[in-house]
């Protein structure tokens, strides 16, 4: 199994520079950073600048997080900051990838 087949595939969506989703894309950068960095690879999608990509996706909250991949999809909503929460629903085992 390569590390491509592990990736964490993520997309944050977020409204502008809104404190919630400044503070959801500080909580998720630090996650990453304290687990495996190499194992994620993240859009961070602005709805106010790309309004189509939120309704293609059914966002109807920013700041949302979803999971792409691996299966099975999540998505959470607001500002992640419930790490445990987060951390299960990536599905990063005892906190660490």
């Known amino acids: 199994m390569s590390v491509e087949d592990n990736k964490i595939v993520l997309k944050l969506y977020v409204a502008g520079r809104a404190p919630n989703s400044q503070r959801a894309q500080l909580n ?5 950073a304290q687990n ?7 859009e961070v999608i602005d709805i106010l600048e790309n309004p189509m990509r939120a309704i293609e996706d059914e966002i109807l909250v920013a ?5 792409i ?4 999809k999540a998505k959470i909503l607001g500002n992640l900051s419930d790490v445990d929460q987060v951390v299960h629903k ?3 085992i005892g ?3």
Do not use: D, H, M, Q
């Open 28 to 32: 998720l950068n630090e996650i990453i």
């Open 36 to 42: 495996n960095p190499n194992r994620f690879e993240l």
């Open 90 to 92: 990536l599905g990063i």
């Open 95 to 97: 906190g660490k990838c």
């Open 63 to 67: 700041p949302t997080l979803w999971k």
């Open 69 to 72: 991949a691996p299966l099975p």
